[in-house]
């Protein structure tokens, strides 16, 4: 217990300690715990909250602005820019015909078929049925392929580049 005694001067050391304790305890700010969600930025990073900043969101970096410049593909379609990708422009897409893989010895033992011409089968086989649809990557002369023999099965002779 505690009596204070103006003539012992003990009592007045004692209040200045316990008020210096007290501004020591109420001075110090606890830190802040934010919660753990993320925000996606419009390059599709993502950044956390920050107890520096108030919890708020890190800062997105900078969104890369590509050129609007455009790439012709070989079937006709256009590619743009990525700034996702430095910029780079988006892959063209590719050649989509099929094969029956049908044994063969030379070229002349193969064909197109399929109602597009899509298919490259043997040309002793009963003909592909297809649906008849007019797709762009079905154009083997845009992509410069060939239906003929590949390692002694009818296939697409495929560039190095596809």
């Known amino acids: 217990m505690f009596i204070y005694d103006p003539r012992s001067g003990n009592g007045m050391k ?6 210096f304790v007290g501004l020591l305890l109420t001075g110090c700010s606890p830190q802040l715990s934010c919660t753990k969600e993320a925000l996606v930025c419009p390059d599709g990073t993502t950044v956390g909250r920050n107890s520096s900043l108030n ?15 455009a790439k012709l593909c070989p079937d006709g379609s256009a590619v743009g820019r990525n700034a996702a990708n430095n910029c780079e422009f988006d892959p063209c897409p590719g050649f989509c015909g099929s094969s029956t893989n049908a044994a063969c010895t030379t070229d002349a033992d193969c064909m197109t078929g399929g109602c597009s011409g899509q298919v490259c089968q043997g040309a002793n086989e009963d003909p592909v049925i297809t649906t008849c ?11 410069g392929v060939s239906c003929g023999c590949v390692e002694e099965k009818c296939a697409w002779n495929l560039p190095q580049s596809l």
Do not use: G, K, S
Not at 14 to 19: G, K, P, R
Not at 55 to 69: D, I, L, S, Y
Not at 133 to 143: I, L, M
């Open 14 to 19: 004692a209040l200045v300690m316990v008020l």
């Open 55 to 69: 919890c708020e969101f890190n800062p997105c970096p900078e969104v890369q602005r590509c050129t609007e410049e």
């Open 133 to 143: 649809e007019a797709r762009e990557c079905y154009d083997d002369v845009a992509y």
